[in-house]
Every structure is written in structure tokens, then in C-alpha cells.
């Protein structure tokens, strides 16, 4: 069954905690939220004290007048279950809910999440709550989503206390079946780890040494799962009361602790909460990558922007404000990138808590804060995107995340270094391809790739035959792959593959590898490829490129004039192979080329302060161009287009050339054939 956000428009609000007010603000609130154009609110996110103040004894009074209010404003609500945290008399009645840290530390009540995911009292209380908000607002007309629970995973991913063990052995029992094959897959004839029985394991708390890596990847699979079974159990009695309403829990960007996939197979519509960092210069390009996860987890498919701040952010060690002009370039490029929605936490900020300098869409000052000035304008802009609903990404590039391998990769004390990251290299590689002006789809292994010219594969650790068997498919069919290195290292086990590695993936790749050779912290090696030198760091790699020509070879060091880049036809593809992270600027090169071989069109100037991306809808298509950079730049509108944002008093005609100021967005509906492009420093920067 297809559940969809029954809302008109572009969903536009943000988090209220009405709570924290006296009952005289509530009807200010409502107020300021129609002047401002809010349509959709979240509400009763940590609400479970007041909702339940007494066990059994449900006190929904206050919540009831607070979804009356918002309903006759024409504000519809985003409603959540308020099982994020446990009330204190909860805590002190079974104190075994709290969490345990691998060093056997239990962490106390007094912040949030303070409850073990594989608790089975946890899991009763929450479900109880869950069944009577249903029941009580799952039929009144302003409820249009569920949210279930809040960001899982934020402050307790892992749990290792006595609750979270029996539940790991179960875990493993259903995997395994039999204690032989566990002892087989986890290696246990390696240092005299041998068990007789399930009952005699335990999670990976902390030891006398290096912990057997395949009991800690297991155990991560199982936290995943777990926090998964607790979140499908709130979904399965949503989904009992309330049949025809959509689910969905707020994400947190790509966290490495919880399968995101799995997640968004659970729910209706994937959410996501982004905080990228004012003060970082490239947080907006990070940000893109996070989002092309929030779409390729269903598929393509629309998202909301659930979380956002409207300026400074609370809980980093320094907190930035963001600078006049970027909230409304963040919101637009969530946008761009599929978002149907765009939230703030909060609507209104905080008088006291750990939240109380969190910027909120209403400021400290009321109606005159900034925030709320410039909130404000763009939800007055975005009244007019009623057309941009539904719409999806277009992107001919895709990056593929497994979160198996990168759990793998993961693990401490095993490998030849712990320097490399899937998200490290992802990031390195999702830059070069940004700077291009080139739009990017994470994608899942078993995935349809067959619509995308590239597959990009930053790290694959681990590797299985059946993923293997799909890259060279995809390569056979036409598709360029690009592989980095340390890949097709280990199998579903984290043994390593007979003849190590690259794996499975050697018959595609041509290559063998012979020895890591990882670089120490600080220290940088050398690529000579088409005649000029590049840098590589973290790890490099003795290869011999047995069926692939050279695209690179190491220049110095032990490794000189060895292969570092190659490269083999497979079928009517190709699959590269880098066995070292390039640097920034080779890595641009090296993208350049395999793009622009594959048939992408890429920009002939690179930077990451434009950002040109289209979404397609069923009867036009839509421009995003957003300029991050000082300067104003002219855009190339072609005839006909109707300009939503940034250009609003242009007359539509011909084709035209138009100015985008500094810190600047434009918005442009036209037809599919048409396209927009960007004229800065004499170069034309085509939306690609």
C-alpha cells in the first residue's frame, strides 16, 4: 500500500514544543505561524512525561487543545508517538532500561534516549503510548504523518547491557543456527576462542586486546537490526489503528550506526534532519551527498526536510550563525535535491534546556529576530511550488553504500590501517563530481543501476560474489564502474577472499594485489598520470594489472613505476581501479576523464559555488541554481521558462540572459528539452 503526505504545497514549519510555554503564547504562535506561512508542525517529539505523568494514567488535555488550534489555522501536524525518551518514574521502576556502555558503564537518566533498544519493558511502555496516540488522533483531520520516536541512534546506537545480550544471542541463533557455523564464520580456532554454546557469548564489551572482528561486525548488524525491530514494532500498531496514515522517523544525514536502507523499507517517507556547519565553507557540498542518500533510499522517491536551523546550531564547540542569505540557499538546495518539504527545529526558541541558543524560525527577539524575517520570505516563495511536488532528481552518476562493508572497514585493531573510511572517501570522491557540476544518486547493492552512465564505488571492503556478480553486469551492459582502493578485501565473514584481494571483483577490475602499503599520518606519495603528478595519502597498494592497462603509476618510493590506476573493458563497459586516494586535485582529473569518456557532460570550469541541479516532473522540469559564491552570475533562461524564484520580474519570452546576485537562487519551470545554464568568467555551466 502507497501512503502518501496528504498536504497542499511544499511542506513549510518546523518543531513546536508548545509545552515549554504558557497556554497565553499558544494563540501568539498560531498567529505568527499563518504571517509566516507555516502549513505543517511537529509536535510531541519528548512529550512522553507530560502524556503519561503517572504509569497507566494518560493526561492528552494539553495536546488535544494544542492539534484544535493548529487544525482551525489550516496547519496540519506532523505527530509523533513521544516514545523518544522515557519519563523519569519509568526509569525508576525498571532501572534495567537504561543503556550500559561497552565498558560496563550505566548511563544515567537526565538527557535523552535513555533507554536500551533491546529492552523488552522499554519496548511494552513505548508500545502502549504508541497504541493509545493512535487511537486518540489517528482519525482527526490535521494528523497527516506519524513520526516515530526521533533520530534513532543519536546518542545510543549500541547498548552492551545484560538485556542487549540476550537479545544479540537470539540474533545470532536465528543466523547461524547451529553454534559450528558461528564458530566457523566468527574464526574462533584464532586465539583459543572456540564456543559450545550460544549461552556462553556475549556483545564485544570491552576485552584484554583486539576483539575478534567478526563478532564486532555482527554486533553491529544486530544493533541495527535491533533499533530496527523496536521501530517496526511502533509501525506495525500505527499501521493496525491507522491504516491509510504515512510513517516515517527523522534520519540523520548518512550515520554510520544504523542501515538507512532497512529503515526506509520500514517506513513511507523517508525524513531527514541536516545541520550542515556555517562555519565550514564546504558543508553545502557534503550536504548534497547527504541527500542524494535521503532520495536513493526509496528509490528516487521525494523526501522531507524534517529538522534544519535557522541559523546557529547548540551543540558543536563553536556555533556559527549562518551568514544573511544561507538558510534560504540551504532550503533550496534540499529542494533541488527532492526534497517536498522544508522544517526547522524549532519554530520558536527555547527559554531554558541544552536547546536554548538553537536558532528557531522565531527568534529570542519575536517577530523582529532575523530569523523569522527571513523564514518569513521563504515561506511566502514557497506557496508558488505547488507544481514541484512529486517531482524527482535527474542524475546520470551513482555512487553505491553498503553499510556491511562499510561496518567493516570499520573495525579497529585489524586492519593495515585505520585511516580509511567509506565516508572519508565518499565525500573525496562526491566533491570531485560536485565541483564538476555533476548530480550524484547514492544507490544499495540489488538496486536497478541500469538508468546511470557511472557507478562510483569509493571503498567496497567487503565484498560478496552476488555484489560482484551485479557490477559486472552493470559494466557488461554499458556501464562505467570506478572502484577505490582496499576493496574486495573480505567476504560476508570478514575472512579474506582466496587469493586476496581484489576478490570476486577480479575478473572485472584485471588486477591483483599483492600488499597494502598504507602511508603514515602526514606523509604523501606520488601518481605520474599523462605526464604529471599528483598526490596520494592514506594507502596505497602493490599491484600488478594482470588484464588492465595503466592509467597511473606510483613515481617514487618503493612502489615507483608500479600500476596505481587502470582501467579494463568489460563487455560494452569499463571498470577502473585506484589503488590509493588521490588528492583533491587528481582526483578532479582523473573524475574528469572518466566522466566525460562515459558520455556525462561536466563543467569546463570546477568549483563548488554553483550548484546547478534539475528535478523532472510528469509536465515540466525545474532549475535550481544556486550561487554560493561573492560574485553575481548571469544565467541563460531559454525562452518560455517562467521564473519562480530569483527573477520574478523578468518578462517571459525569449530566451534571455539574466543576473543571479551573490548569495543568490533561481528557480526555473520549463520544458524537458529546454535547459538552463549558467555564463560565469566566460565559461557555460549547463545544468548536468
Not at 511544499?10 to 509566516?36: C, K
Not at 586492519?415 to 573525496?428: K, V
Not at 543571479?660 to 535547459?675: F, K, T
Request: charged share 20%.
Amino acid at each position: 500500500m502507497t501512503r502518501t503526505l496528504n498536504l497542499d504545497g511544499i511542506a513549510f514549519g518546523g518543531d513546536y514544543n508548545p509545552e515549554q510555554w504558557p497556554r497565553e503564547v499558544w494563540e501568539e504562535d498560531i498567529r505568527l505561524m499563518r504571517q509566516a506561512g507555516v502549513n505543517f508542525i511537529t509536535v510531541s517529539v519528548f512529550s512522553w512525561p507530560l502524556l503519561e505523568p503517572e504509569e497507566g494514567h494518560f493526561a492528552f488535555g494539553w495536546l488535544d487543545d494544542v492539534i484544535e488550534l493548529l487544525h482551525g489555522a489550516g496547519i496540519a501536524v506532523d505527530l509523533a508517538t513521544a516514545t523518544a525518551t522515557p519519563p523519569a518514574w519509568l526509569i525508576r521502576k525498571y532501572p534495567e532500561i537504561l543503556p550500559v556502555t561497552a565498558d560496563g558503564t550505566n548511563l544515567e537518566f537526565g538527557s535523552r534516549q535513555a533507554y536500551c533498544f533491546s529492552s523488552p519493558i522499554f519496548s511494552q511502555y513505548a508500545l502502549r503510548l504508541t497504541r493509545a496516540m493512535a487511537e486518540r488522533y489517528g482519525k482527526h483531520p490535521a494528523v497527516r504523518l506519524w513520526h516515530v520516536s526521533n533520530e534513532y541512534g543519536d546518542h545510543v546506537a549500541r547498548c552492551w547491557c545484560d538485556a542487549s545480550a540476550v537479545h544479540f544471542r537470539s540474533w545470532l541463533r536465528a543466523k547461524y543456527t547451529t553454534i559450528e557455523a558461528l564458530n566457523e564464520a566468527w574464526g574462533t580456532s584464532c586465539w583459543g576462542q572456540h564456543y559450545l554454546d550460544f549461552e556462553a557469548i556475549e556483545p564485544p564489551r570491552e576485552s584484554t586486546g583486539p576483539i575478534n572482528s567478526t563478532q564486532r561486525l555482527d554486533f553491529e548488524r544486530f544493533s541495527s537490526d535491533a533499533m530496527l525491530e523496536l521501530f517496526t514494532s511502533e509501525v506495525d500498531v500505527l499501521r493496525e489503528v491507522t491504516p491509510d496514515l504515512p510513517v516515517t522517523t527523522n534520519f540523520m544525514s548518512i550515520l554510520h550506526d544504523l542501515d538507512y536502507f532497512a529503515f526506509a523499507d520500514a517506513e513511507d517517507i523517508v525524513t531527514d534532519d541536516a545541520y550542515p556547519d556555517p562555519a565550514d565553507p564546504g558543508a553545502h557540498v557534503d550536504a548534497s551527498l547527504n541527500y542524494a542518500l535521503m532520495r536513493g533510499a526509496k528509490g528516487g522517491a521525494p523526501w522531507l526536510l524534517l529538522e534544519q536551523s535557522a541559523s546557529a546550531v547548540s551543540w558543536r564547540e563553536v556555533n556559527v550563525p549562518k551568514a544573511p542569505g544561507v538558510m534560504r540557499l540551504d532550503s533550496y538546495q534540499a529542494l533541488a535535491h527532492g526534497a517536498d518539504g522544508v522544517m526547522y527545529f524549532q519554530w520558536r526558541a527555547a527559554k531554558f534546556g541544552p536547546e536554548k541558543f538553537h536558532a528557531a524560525i522565531l527568534g529570542h527577539r519575536g517577530e523582529a529576530s532575523r530569523t523569522f524575517q527571513e523564514c518569513s520570505q521563504l515561506g511566502a516563495e514557497l506557496r508558488q511550488f505547488g507544481a514541484l511536488k512529486g517531482s524527482r532528481v535527474v542524475a546520470d552518476v551513482a555512487m553505491l553504500l553498503d553499510w556491511d562493508a562499510k561496518w567493516a572497514l570499520a573495525a579497529p585493531d585489524s586492519l593495515p590501517t585505520n585511516r580509511l573510511s567509506w565516508i572519508g572517501q565518499a565525500r573525496a570522491w562526491h566533491r570531485a563530481t560536485f565541483n564538476l557540476g555533476v548530480t550524484v544518486d547514492l544507490v544499495r547493492a540489488g538496486a536497478d543501476w541500469s538508468s546511470y552512465k557511472v557507478l562510483l564505488v569509493p571503498n567496497l571492503y567487503l565484498t560478496t560474489p552476488e555484489l560482484a556478480d551485479q557490477l559486472e553486469a552493470y559494466a557488461a551492459a554499458g556501464g562505467t564502474v570506478v572502484v577505490g582502493a582496499f576493496s574486495g578485501v573480505v567476504d560476508r565473514n570478514d575472512h579474506v577472499h582466496p587469493g586476496g584481494a581484489p576478490g570476486p571483483l577480479r575478473p572485472l577490475l584485471g588486477v591483483e594485489v599483492d600488499e597494502v602499503w598504507p602511508l603514515p599520518d602526514g606523509d604523501t606519495g606520488h601518481v605520474l598520470m599523462d605526464g604529471v603528478r599528483h598526490e596520494v595519502h592514506t594507502v596505497s597498494e602493490w599491484l600488478d594489472a594482470v588484464d588492465a592497462h595503466t592509467v597511473a603509476s606510483y613515481c617514487g618510493g618503493e612502489l615507483d613505476g608500479r600500476p596505481a590506476v587502470t582501467v579494463r573493458q568489460h563487455g560494452a563497459g569499463s571498470a577502473w581501479y585506484l589503488s590509493s586516494c588521490l588528492a583533491d586535485a587528481g582526483l578532479l582529473t582523473l573524475v574528469r576523464r572518466i566522466l566525460g569518456e562515459s558520455g556525462v557532460s561536466v563543467r569546463s570550469s570546477a568549483g563548488p559555488e554553483l550548484e546547478v541541479v534539475v528535478r523532472r516532473g510528469t509536465e515540466a522540469s525545474f532549475t535550481f541554481v544556486l550561487n554560493r559564491s561573492a560574485s553575481a552570475v548571469d544565467v541563460s533562461v531559454p525562452a518560455g521558462a517562467a521564473i519562480l524564484v530569483g527573477g520574478a520580474d523578468a518578462e517571459p519570452g525569449a530566451g534571455r540572459l539574466l543576473e543571479l546576485a551573490a548569495r543568490g537562487v533561481m528557480v526555473v519551470q520549463h520544458d524537458h528539452a529546454d535547459a538552463v545554464s549558467v555564463v560565469a568568467e566566460g565559461a557555460q555551466l549547463q545544468a548536468v
